[in-house]
Nanobody, 114 residues
Framework: QVQLVESGGGLVQPGGSLKLSCIAS????????MSWYRQRPGEGRELVAQ????????DYLDAVKGRFRIARNNGLNTLYLEMNNLKPEDTAVYFC???????WGRGTQVTVSS
């Protein structure tokens, strides 16, 4: 079955960096666009970034443009989210998702606090 497993979250100070990973299995990874979502405390999930199946096209939430970068390695079936200059408002649970399907990971917690 489809599995998406996120990792790389943690506690970081404002201005710091984290790199999230999502390992996919159970489907042909290189055939699927992928996305990162986040859910901040008390809010619904919002789309943070997405990437096409071969990585040629990306799109970002305005609030993270210039600070976050989505990438993928189709040979490793892995999706990444590199997050720089983190702000307290980036605190959330981050999820990876297979586009066009309701396939989600369990999420990884990112906390930005001094």
């Amino acid at each position: 079955q489809v599995q998406l497993v996120e990792s790389g979250g943690g506690l970081v100070q404002p201005g710091g960096s984290l790199k999230l990973s999502c390992i996919a299995s159970g489907f042909t990874f290189r055939d699927s666009g992928m996305s990162w979502y986040r859910q901040r405390p008390g809010e619904g999930r919002e789309l943070v970034a997405q990437i096409s199946n071969l990585g040629m096209s990306t799109d970002y939430l305005d609030a993270v443009k210039g600070r976050f970068r989505i990438a993928r390695n189709n040979g490793l079936n892995t999706l990444y989210l590199e997050m720089n200059n983190l702000k307290p408002e980036d605190t959330a649970v981050y999820f990876c998702k297979r586009n066009q399907y309701q396939h989600w990971g369990r999420g990884t917690q990112v906390t930005v606090s001094s």
